[in-house]
């Protein structure tokens, strides 16, 4: 994706292994080379640290923690988003491309 507009996903609450595994999605959100294997793994962690830390935590805590995440995750959720049309654009340029070389062969 590359794009400098990603923030980051740890907060002040964040616990140290769940703030390892965001900088790791935000590394991978900003590579050239972005693998949605490994960027769908570490969202799949990043979501069972998330409900642990919930189990876990009680009270105000509890609810901090929750208003938190709920923001971190709505921008998680535009920044997958935006990686999600960059491939969709890429799928119909390759598309197109594909049809202009079998057009130019018969």
């Known amino acids: 994706m590359n794009d400098k507009s990603i923030t980051s996903l740890t907060h002040s609450l ?7 595994i965001n900088d790791k999605i935000n590394a991978e959100l900003q590579s050239q080379n972005s693998n949605t294997e490994s960027l769908y793994f570490l969202m799949v962690l990043r979501h069972k640290l998330i409900i642990r830390e919930i189990n876990r935590l009680s009270g ?4 901090s923690f929750v208003t938190l995440e709920m923001e971190k995750n709505k921008r998680l959720e ?4 935006k990686l999600h049309q960059e491939a ?19």
């Open 14 to 20: 964040t616990p140290t292994f769940l703030r390892l």
């Open 60 to 63: 105000k805590q509890r609810k």
């Open 78 to 81: 535009l920044d997958i988003s």
């Open 88 to 106: 969709k654009s890429q799928v119909i340029k390759l598309k197109r491309a594909d049809n202009a070389i079998k057009r130019y062969k018969k």
